[in-house]
């Protein structure tokens, strides 16, 4: 090597420690990975720069973060261990240099075909920690001549640095959920434990003890909800949920979400509306997860209206979207509130002590509807009532 090399060298190293510096000062995990990607670009003098994951217990790698790509359309992309190269660089854990990988019979070309990306020149680190692969780090298509053992060394040391961060990110997204679950559960388990202590008292007139056994049939009920809504948003969270798209009737699945709730709609005596606008074309999304949103938009209604109020849930195809709204004459949101709707954990302070909830449906739905590149947003008039609008965007072929 001679002394411009070097001097080349120990440039990019320090502008490898100057940029990493910079990880450890985010803790969202979508935050961390793209400026990972955005430094594995420019430190590998490449065109674009990618993240595939590692989920161990399927075997599967899927896209997590890209530079160039259109992310949401990306994300959750799978991409088997067996046939591809980021599968050989997980199985071999070794780095690997490919100047052209549409030669190579590693190289799997489904994703190709739907990002319409074409890679040539690639270079690949494993991302490890802890003796645990957990990853794949991409840099493909370098600006001018081969990748090199340098930029495979300097993308060595991102990925180790990378891969810690990313596992710290992932803990403290974990802690962070533990520390607000155990704080949720405090109270349900508090009254849950002085209904079970007074049931034991012998003298207890029947009609306390028939209070207290209800109690505790709604305060168990409502921790096993608590904890399933957290373990749904803890796995929407960390990135690791994969999106099933299938075509499905939303009329029909309307339907299926207002009689799931009709027993509270009933109780509380309103009055539910379905308005389809039209034939609506089959949609293509995940089902479970488009019920989800509905529930618990619709959930919301109920919860937060009056007794006699009123509920409307829409659908209808405009342009090249799927408008979906649900109306109701309840309460309505304090201006104030309208930027924290959709944040975890946010309840208003108005219903806060009144009506059992996590704070964490809303956060839910949004985190649902983006990674199906759609958007979800609200109107309220305080004392009036709310529309909450999804908006999902059709697939090619089935905007009628
Ligand atoms: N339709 C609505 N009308 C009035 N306020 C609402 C409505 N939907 C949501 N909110 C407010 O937004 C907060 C967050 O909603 P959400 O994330 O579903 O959590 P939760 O319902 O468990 O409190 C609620 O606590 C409530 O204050
Ligand atoms: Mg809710």
């Known amino acids: 090597m001679n002394s411009s090399e070097q001097n080349s060298l120990l440039d990019r190293y320090r502008q490898l420690a100057e940029m990493s510096r910079d990880l450890a000062s985010t803790l969202d995990l979508n935050d961390l990975l793209n400026r990972i990607v955005h430094l594995a670009c420019a430190l590998s003098q490449s065109e674009a720069a990618s993240i595939l ?55 799997f070309n489904e ?11 690639l270079l690949g680190v494993p991302l490890i920690t802890k003796g645990k692969v957990i990853g794949v780090l991409e840099a493909l298509n370098k600006h001018t001549g081969h990748f090199t053992l340098l930029d495979q060394e300097l993308l060595i040391a991102l990925g180790a640095q990378a891969a810690v961060a990313i596992e710290n990110t992932r803990l403290f997204q974990q802690s962070d959920l533990i520390a607000e679950l155990v704080h949720e559960l405090r109270t349900p388990l508090t009254s849950l ?30 921790l096993d909800e608590l904890a399933s809504t957290y373990l749904d948003f ?62 618990n938009l ?13 509920i409307i849930i829409s659908a209808k195809i405009r342009a090249k979207s799927l408008i979906l709204r ?21 309840r208003s302070k108005s219903s806060q002590h009144l009506i059992p909830g996590t704070g964490l449906g809303l956060a839910i739905c949004k985190s649902i509807v983006e990674s199906h590149r759609g958007h979800i947003r609200v109107r309220s008039r305080l004392g009036k009532g709310s529309i909450f609008t999804v908006s999902l965007p059709l697939k090619p072929g089935e905007n009628l």
């Not at 949609?283 to 488009?290: E, G, L, S």
Request: include cysteine; hydrophobic fraction near 40%.
């Open 326 to 346: 649900v109306f109701d004459s309840g309460y309505g949101i304090p201006s104030g509130d309208m930027n924290w709707l959709f944040k975890k954990f946010f």
């Open 53 to 107: 994951l590692f989920d161990e217990p399927k075997n599967q790698l899927y896209f997590q973060a890209a530079t160039n790509l259109d992310e949401p359309l990306m994300r959750g992309l799978i991409v088997p261990v067996e046939n591809s190269i980021a599968g050989w660089i997980v199985r071999h854990r070794k780095p690997l240099i490919i100047q052209d990988a549409q030669r190579d019979e590693r190289h």
């Open 234 to 295: 803890a796995r929407l969270e960390s990135g690791r949920v994969q999106f099933i798209s299938e075509k499905f009737d939303l009329a029909e699945l309307i339907y299926e979400c207002t009689e799931i709730l009709s027993s509270k709609v009933t109780d509380k005596n309103l009055k539910l509306t379905i308005q389809l606008s039209g034939e609506l074309p089959p949609i293509t999304a995940d089902r479970d997860k488009v019920k989800q949103v509905i529930l």
């Open 298 to 310: 619709l959930d919301n209604a109920v919860k937060y209206n009056h007794p006699g109020g009123q």
């Open 193 to 222: 434990n002085n209904a079970a202590r007074l049931i034991l008292i012998d003298d207890l007139p029947a009609e306390k003890r028939k209070e207290m056994t209800e109690l505790i049939t709604i305060e168990s009920s409502r």
């Open 111 to 121: 994703i190709q075909k739907i990002t319409k990306y074409k890679t040539e020149s």
